[in-house]
T-cell receptor, first 116, second 109 residues
């Protein structure tokens, strides 16, 4: 079975440009998570969707960040305008969430973003 | 969620058991202990979790002390592919996983 798919795997852009990261969750999963990982702050949850609806976006750093999930098989994380401090690895994870302890999250390979 | 304390790093020999400790002295009765690992340049991977009893799966064993204030993840026969950062997470079973700094485990031939 295919795992969580993220694209692109690497993105280099210049400050001020719009960046869109894409994620395809595991088929049948009803929950999707976007995380950001940096050396300074570690792995942080940015936003959590359940059944395509954003449930918790308290981790989204500021208005420059937005995330959408138009259907159960696709999500985007957009940064506009991008800044050098947004450079990080962005992970998407999915889960079949029933609210039980056994509902584990499956992570994608990540997108390494570099903003010059 | 309760805070966890793990050693920063540890080495182990290939083929030997790797015992990874985690302290969680403020754990609540309804909180689980989860272990994830992150191999270099990959996303985190779930390993195992437990509440009170010891648990074992195809990847590892989890030993939780009777007072639940600490636990040990055991990789029975470490291989070079087990070199990774291992995260011990205490959680009520909800979606918010708080990844700390973890333990960097290096398996040496």
């Amino acid at each position: 079975d295919a795992g969580v798919i993220q694209s692109p795997r690497h993105e280099v852009t210049e400050m001020g440009q719009e960046v869109t990261l894409r994620c395809k969750p595991i088929s049948g999963h009803n929950s999707l998570f976007w995380y950001r990982q940096t050396m300074m702050r570690g792995l942080e949850l940015l936003i959590y969707f359940n059944n395509n609806v954003p449930i918790d976006d308290s981790g989204m750093p500021e208005d420059r960040f937005s995330a959408k999930m138009p259907n159960a098989s696709f999500s985007t994380l957009k940064i506009q305008p991008s800044e050098p401090r947004d450079s990080a690895v962005y992970f998407c994870a999915s889960s079949f969430w029933r609210g039980a302890a056994t509902d584990t999250q499956y992570f994608g390979p990540g997108t390494r973003l570099t903003v010059l | 969620d309760a805070k966890t304390t793990q050693p920063t790093s540890m080495d182990c020999a290939e083929g030997r058991a790797a015992n990874l400790p985690c302290n969680h002295s403020t754990i609540s009765g309804n909180e689980y202990v989860y272990w994830y690992r992150q191999i270099h340049s990959q996303g985190p991977q779930y390993i195992i979790h437990g509440l009170k009893n010891n648990e074992t799966n195809e990847m590892a064993s989890l030993i939780i002390t009777e007072d639940r204030k600490s636990s040990t993840l055991i990789l029975p026969h470490a291989t070079l592919r087990d070199t990774a950062v291992y995260y011990c997470i205490v959680n009520r079973g909800d979606y918010k996983l708080s990844f700390g700094a973890g333990t960097t485990v290096t398996v040496r031939a």
